[in-house]
């Protein structure tokens, strides 16, 4: 007869772990369930990997230690406690969870391992590997991770991913092995600057083959068939490891009778604030509802033991709570409540969704009047409308009033650019203010979140800036049949002569255009940011008109698509709509006429669009012409900073006389700003991007940065730490900085504690570099082509394109 036990708790990472020991502590009947190494979260993860102790703010309780280390010197520590605390563990690998009557039974395939009276799922999503998802990615040779490289010596082995642990691994493996790398794309985006590196020095000295831009078609014994941009290869391979990420186990979850709360495959299982699950009696914990950092894990491990012992517990982040509720009077538990119960668009979050939402957001209270924030500002973060309303004020005079239950902020959340409108408070408002990573969040792995934002984005984008003057009930027509379509970056929309038959609204990232010459060949002509329609000027009457130009995706982009039967429809039923749209129309086909662009100001806009800049605020700029190579730039930058420069001269690219460096853009839509756990880097008033002293060093800003600008640099406190012209000189001696303290995140932040500005640009003696906006860098070439159509390369003046002085410069050109 299988044992019974009061609490049978599923899996020994974080999270088990913390609830085995709280229950061996309390003297609770318990039995913790692994089938493979205790704190296999950990234990997967590379030898000697730095473990780190996030979120910093959030208190720690519970019996399990855990600080920042090591990986072998965090598996010590919790080994330890699970021995010191007198843990009754089972190896098992659980197939079943079913609950006959008041009773769970736990079974490993037909075999029967215990029963419980409660259980504690805290298994995590680490052992369900995403799968290539090709023939063969079942055989025994094909594995997800890499714990030890000297396992392997002599062996022909694909690494198959573009991130840290790809890189890693293919590193350390290329010392013993023959290795190849397998990337989707031919850059590594989201790798940290130095793995970047040192797997493309790898590569070029042909330590590591490469295949870019490609994928795995099939696996068979001892070989592997890869589909590349020159054809299908099948080549020899001993050993695959695809580090693809992981999957939540969700068939066996349901299997278990727990409910998800939508079809999409990143939702997750709903929970209460005791984070039992649908099932009474079943709790979940950890990566399974979303919370998969080992602090946060730990914290619920401890705080299920003691609901299910009946003991009032305050949750950890208890505290972190009520500062976030502090602009409220009265309790703070009523007054989450209180906010829940007022903002439908969060109906579906679990409850440690809902309070982690919080503990993100700032509440305010505002009387009328009160300015929320101003069009074109930075800002990016989302408000919802707790009590009281405001009032969205377009450009054109109207105003849309948002209620009680309501939200808005979602234009800029979606498309990381500038404020569309002002918004200010209409009668006394109590606002939600929500960091655009929490929501993102949210929208990834809530469906009703997603639904309901895109809608609402798609609504006012129509009636704010697309078609002001349509009725309401055309827009809301509009916004329920038409269609959202991503393209990856290259990725073309339409192309020249194509029949029109689509509207297209880029709602994140932006667009290319181009056209043909007499020769055939596509010349750049502009580029079309977010919040902007492209493909109107065939779609004006009911006849099937060409498109007059090729349309192609700059970077990654998201676009609503309005069928062309729609359009005319709008334009029918809205008179002053189609007077906009025929006027807009006529002066774009005069400017097509008038604007045609020669090879080689195309030339120079493809190249400046390559890139990035066009995500841009304001870019660093060289001109090539001027520039006399004395590194005086990387000098004051480093003199600013510590000793380490923000920027690098010669590692940029260049195109004719333009000379991009490797600098901060200050984009519009950070995506280094997406995944920064203590919010570290924000965006001031004026857009530039700046790293708060909050910086934790995790590198994640590092990985998401596209343009490979930022670095880690080291605390150094016997550095200088000031702007010096004598050490710039070589007059004064500096002192040598070195790799000692704690990492941290550096990156430009045009010098924004020296009133006369970027250090960079000050010291430049032949005015050569300039910090330029892109959108009159391309006016700029626009005048010069116009100006200069029948010269092999056109005469390019430069005065007037900073966004910022430059009192070195003289009107240069190139």
Not at 142 to 158: C, E, N, W
Not at 400 to 413: D, P, R, S, W
Not at 546 to 571: C, G, Y
């Amino acid at each position: 007869m299988a044992q019974q036990f009061e609490i049978a708790i599923i899996g020994a990472g974080p999270a088990g772990l913390s609830a085995a020991t709280n229950a061996a502590v309390r003297g609770i009947s318990h039995v913790l369930i692994e089938r493979r190494e205790i704190g296999n979260t950990v234990f997967d993860y590379q030898k000697k990997k730095l473990v780190m102790a996030e979120p910093g703010k959030l208190p720690l309780r519970g019996h399990v230690p855990f600080k920042a280390g090591s990986r072998e010197e965090v598996l010590a520590g919790w080994i330890n406690a699970v021995s010191e605390k007198g843990v009754n563990v089972i190896r098992s690998e659980v197939s079943a969870i079913k609950k006959v009557g008041d009773i769970f039974e736990i079974s490993a395939g037909k075999e029967l391992v215990c029963t419980a009276k409660f259980v504690v799922l805290s298994i995590g999503v680490q052992g369900s590997p995403r799968k290539l998802g090709v023939p063969g990615d079942d055989l025994p040779h094909v594995a997800a991770t890499l714990t030890d490289p000297a396992d392997f010596s002599g062996r022909k082995i694909l690494v198959v991913g573009a991130g840290d642990a790809a890189i890693e691994n293919a590193l350390a493996l290329a010392e013993n092995n023959s290795v190849s790398l397998l990337n989707r794309t031919d850059d590594f985006p989201r790798a940290k600057e130095a793995n970047a590196a040192k797997i493309m020095d790898a590569i070029n000295a042909k330590k590591i083959k490469m295949y870019g831009n490609s994928e795995t078609l099939g696996v068979e014994p001892g070989f592997v068939t890869i589909q590349t941009p020159d054809g299908n290869v099948r080549a020899e391979c001993d050993h695959i490891i695809a580090r693809l990420g992981c999957i939540l186990p969700r068939k066996f979850l349901e299997g278990c009778g727990i409910a998800f709360p939508n079809t999409n495959p990143d939702s997750v299982p709903v929970v209460n604030s005791r984070y039992e699950s649908n099932v009474p009696g079943l709790f979940i914990l950890g990566a399974l509802i979303g919370y998969p950092l080992i602090k946060q894990a730990m914290n619920q491990g401890f705080e299920v033991i003691e609901h299910i012992a009946g003991n009032p517990v305050e949750p950890a982040d208890q505290s972190l709570l009520a500062e976030s509720l502090k602009a409220l009077p009265g309790d703070t538990n009523e007054n989450l409540s209180f906010i829940r119960g007022k903002i439908p668009l969060f109906a579906e979050l679990s409850d440690p969704q809902f309070r982690e939402l919080i503990i993100d957001s700032t509440v305010w209270v505002h009387k009328p009047g009160a300015l929320v924030f101003e069009r074109n500002d930075y800002t990016d973060t989302f408000f919802s409308v707790v009590a009281g309303s405001v009032g969205i004020e377009l450009p054109g005079g109207h105003t849309i009033t948002v209620t009680a239950g309501n939200y808005f902020g979602e234009m800029g959340l979606i498309s990381g650019r500038r404020r569309a409108a002002t918004v200010r408070v209409s009668a006394d408002a109590v606002l939600l203010e929500s960091p655009r990573k929490q929501i993102l969040k949210l929208i990834a792995s809530v469906a009703s979140v997603k639904l309901q934002l895109d809608q609402t984005f798609l609504r006012r984008a129509l009636e704010s800036s697309i078609f002001p003057e349509a009725s309401p009930t055309f827009l809301d027509e509009l916004a329920q049949k038409a269609k959202f379509k991503s393209y990856k970056k290259g990725e073309v929309l339409f192309k020249e002569g194509d029949p029109g038959d689509v509207l297209y609204l880029v709602r994140k990232g932006s667009v290319k255009i181009s056209r043909r010459n007499k020769e055939g060949t596509d010349i750049a002509q502009t580029y079309i940011p977010a919040g902007h329609v492209v493909g109107e000027m065939a779609l004006m009457s009911t006849a099937i008109k060409s498109r007059s130009a090729t349309v192609s995706a700059l970077v990654p982009t998201e676009t609503v698509l309005i069928e062309k039967i729609d359009f005319l429809n709008l334009l029918e039923h809205n008179p002053r709509v189609r007077e906009r749209m025929q006027s807009l129309t006529r002066a774009r086909e005069v400017e097509n006429i008038t604007t045609q662009r020669t090879d080689s100001a195309g030339s120079v806009l493809d190249f400046i669009m390559s890139q990035g800049v066009t995500d841009a605020d304001n870019f660093l700029m060289i001109n090539s012409d001027l520039c006399i190579g004395c590194d005086n730039c990387e000098e004051a930058c480093a003199a600013t900073h510590q000793g380490y420069s923000r920027l690098d001269r010669k590692g940029g690219k260049s195109f004719a006389s333009i000379q991009v460096p490797i600098s901060c853009r200050h984009c519009e839509n950070p995506l280094c700003m997406i995944d920064c756990p203590p919010d570290a880097l924000t965006r001031q008033p004026n857009g530039e991007v700046v790293i708060r002293d909050s910086c934790i060093g995790c590198g994640n800003c590092v990985r998401n940065c596209p343009y490979g600008v930022i670095q880690m640099v080291y605390d150094n406190p016997g550095a200088d730490t000031g702007f010096s012209l004598l050490g710039m000189l070589g007059l004064k001696k500096q002192k040598k900085k070195d790799k000692k303290g704690h990492a941290k995140a550096g990156k430009c932040d045009m010098c924004s504690t020296l009133p006369g500005g970027p250090a960079c640009v000050r010291s430049c003696p032949t005015g050569a570099a300039m910090r330029v906006n892109p959108s009159q860098l391309l006016r700029i070439i626009s005048n010069a082509d116009q100006m200069n159509a029948n010269q092999a390369k056109p005469a390019i003046n430069f005065q007037g394109a900073n966004g910022l002085s430059n009192s070195s410069s003289n009107g240069a050109k190139l």
